[in-house]
């Protein structure tokens, strides 16, 4: 199962007292002691509850001890190496995975994994923006090098599925528009505002990454702007090379799918309409629908 698909499927109670944040909380008191850490701060939960994080020391060493579970049968494959299959990529600040050990838990399975701590703060508390981000023009090129060395890497991993990608826009936009990508490029695969860091500049949860279409991170990063159009202007002009391409329009469309998808069981209502009206913007361009060997860009 892809990143993609398990991310849409899981389906868990968040409550703040619910049992998968009981589970996940002793699972993190263990994994400490285990690894002769002592937790320091708050805790964080990730996504609808996948995962529980929290900064510990460890001697002279400040680190980031990280939690996640699933259902035993999905406990395998690119996504859940993620983070430690991230140290082939070289040259993005990023945290480094140090040790993980997995444990059983009846029908599931957890990983801990200890790995540095990321620099920086989150740019955003959530995923989608929702203000102007506080970043400057060395933030931005940061990203763009971080980006072209995520891009050069040689991977087998999978970020993006090509079936689900003709399958999920044929459904949201019709059969009609052309989604067969021609370019694949390594990827975050994840890349919105909350994985984003400033001052300094990282990048964090490397879960996802893998193959994707060309310009996909510029496309996530785009497409969780889309309620500060100034932002997503910003981007648009800043990754105009990829985002303009064949497979940057079809990426945003994927993405836009992706969005439309959580809005429907109650995410980011706000982003519903700026959704819309950029997927108007972006179907209305001739290379979605001509054959592909007329008016797509290289």
């Known amino acids: 199962m892809t990143p993609d698909a398990l991310r849409d499927e899981i389906e868990i109670e968040t409550a703040p007292e619910s049992e998968v944040r009981r589970m996940l909380r002793h699972a993190l008191t263990r994994s400490v002691e285990e690894l002769g850490a002592s937790a320091v701060g ?14 510990v020391t460890r001697g002279d060493q400040r680190l980031w001890l990280r939690v996640v579970w699933s259902r035993a049968e999905w406990a395998r494959g690119h996504w859940w190496t993620g983070n430690r299959d991230a140290g082939e990529i070289r040259s993005v600040a990023k945290p480094t995975v140090l040790e993980v050990s997995e444990r059983g838990e009846g029908p599931t399975v957890v990983r801990a994994e200890l790995m540095t701590l990321a ?8 995923p989608e923006l929702r203000a102007a981000p506080v970043v400057d023009d060395a933030w931005w090129s940061d990203l763009r090098h971080s980006l072209q060395m995520v891009s050069r ?3 087998t991993r999978t970020a993006v599925d090509p079936v689900g990608v003709r399958r999920r826009i044929a ?20 890349l919105h505002w ?17 193959s994707a279409p060309r310009g996909y991170d510029a496309a996530f990063l785009l497409c969780h702007s889309l309620a500060i159009p100034e932002v997503a202007e910003e981007i648009a002009r800043r990754f105009r090379h990829d985002l303009e391409t064949y497979d940057g329009v079809v990426s945003q469309l994927y993405v836009l799918t992706k969005l439309l998808t959580r809005a ?9 309409a700026p959704i819309h009206r950029h997927a108007d913007r972006l179907l209305g361009r001739p290379s979605l629908t001509r054959p592909l060997t007329q008016g797509v860009t290289p």
């Open 42 to 55: 708050e805790v964080v939960f990730g996504w609808r509850d996948r995962s529980i994080g929290c900064a």
């Open 119 to 126: 620099a920086g703060v989150p740019v955003s508390p959530t």
């Open 153 to 155: 890497t040689s991977t």
């Open 171 to 190: 459904v949201f936009f019709g059969r009609e528009v052309r989604t067969d990508v021609r370019r694949w490029r390594a990827s975050h695969g994840d």
């Open 194 to 210: 909350n994985n984003l860091h400033a001052a300094p500049f990282s990048i964090v949860d490397w879960e996802a990454w893998g």
């Open 264 to 272: 429907d069981g109650g995410e980011h209502p706000e982003l519903v």
